[in-house]
């Protein structure tokens, strides 16, 4: 072996070494007992056939970003609901996903009352709405991610929806002092309050995901997290899809409480365990 091949193989190791203690520390930091629920012996087919039967409705906010779109792909094939609505603030092109009850209503976010229309009859709303300070500065962050965020779940509760699916972070805490943790923190209260008959939060870490958009901090994030789950730590990062399932599977099954606050090891399990 020449000397590179020593060196490389010895930095190799180090690197192993130090993402398995990581991972180790990780796992000291695990997340709380999952929720429980009421209909988890009941197989995901039957609980998919019930819903079905019953013709609900819903709409999705922030179906054009990663984990929106992988939402509404399987909202698709699971066929779960006889109309989807998508509400955005542009239209989208949907190739391969024609489907005669999938509807499109284009928002003007700065002025959501004019279209609570839009927000009318659905059963189940899901939220996969926001962005970033790096990309809207703080008070745009603010806006987007607690403002919009509100009025369309004030909105859509007006408009008749019982159960709202709002996709927020690891760490989200009102009373955090960074920025991002204290407004997902903020959101997730108020929306508490409106009293939606069913609501869920989901607190995903990382999300995996080969991202359309360049975000160098989060692609760093994602590296040194997927190497942590190689290795068994599975409440910091998850894969997106596995995110979208939970989230589908989650509408079907029945909580203990009314409102329920998914972990990311929670999601993890449940988009593994129950999604098809
Ligand atoms: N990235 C992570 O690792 C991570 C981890 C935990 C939680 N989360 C949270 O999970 C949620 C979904 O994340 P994601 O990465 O799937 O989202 P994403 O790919 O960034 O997509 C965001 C969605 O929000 C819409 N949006 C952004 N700015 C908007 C604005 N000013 N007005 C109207 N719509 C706007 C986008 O619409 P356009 O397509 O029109 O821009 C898009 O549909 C976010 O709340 C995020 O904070 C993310």
């Avoid at 700065?110 to 990309?135: I, N, P, W």
């Avoid at 910091?236 to 409102?259: F, H």
């Amino acid at each position: 072996m020449n000397p590179l091949e020593t060196t490389l193989g010895k930095v190799t190791g180090l690197f192993t070494v130090a993402i398995v203690v990581i991972a180790a520390l990780l796992a000291y930091f695990d997340d709380p007992e999952p929720v429980k629920y009421n209909s988890m012996a009941e197989d995901m087919e039957t609980l998919e056939e019930n819903f079905r039967q019953q013709n609900k409705s819903c709409f999705i906010l922030g179906a054009s970003g990663e984990t929106g779109r992988r939402l509404l792909q399987e909202l698709l094939e699971r066929n779960i609901f006889s109309k989807i609505t998508l509400i955005g603030r542009r239209q989208l092109t949907l190739e391969g996903q024609a489907h005669e009850n999938l509807v499109q209503e284009v928002v003007d976010f700065e002025k959501l009352d004019d279209y609570a229309a839009a927000f009318q009859g659905h059963d189940v709303g899901y939220c996969c709405l926001g962005t970033t300070r790096a990309k809207a500065g703080a008070d745009g962050f603010v806006r987007v991610d607690h403002d919009y965020v509100l009025k369309s779940a004030e909105l859509a509760k007006t408009g008749g929806c019982t159960q709202f699916h709002l996709e927020s972070s690891r760490g989200a805490d009102k009373n955090s002092n960074f920025l991002y943790l204290k407004v997902k923190g903020q959101v997730e209260a108020d929306i508490e309050a409106l009293g939606f008959d069913r609501y869920a939060i989901y607190r995903p870490g990382v999300l995996l995901v080969d991202r359309q958009e360049k975000r160098p901090a989060e692609w760093l994030a994602r590296t040194f997290f997927s190497a942590c789950s190689a290795v068994g730590s599975t409440s910091m990062s998850v894969p997106i899809q596995e995110v979208a399932k939970a989230m589908v599977s989650n509408t079907l099954l029945r909580p203990e409480q009314k409102t329920e606050i998914l972990e990311n090891k929670a999601i993890a399990s449940l988009g593994k365990s129950a999604g098809k």
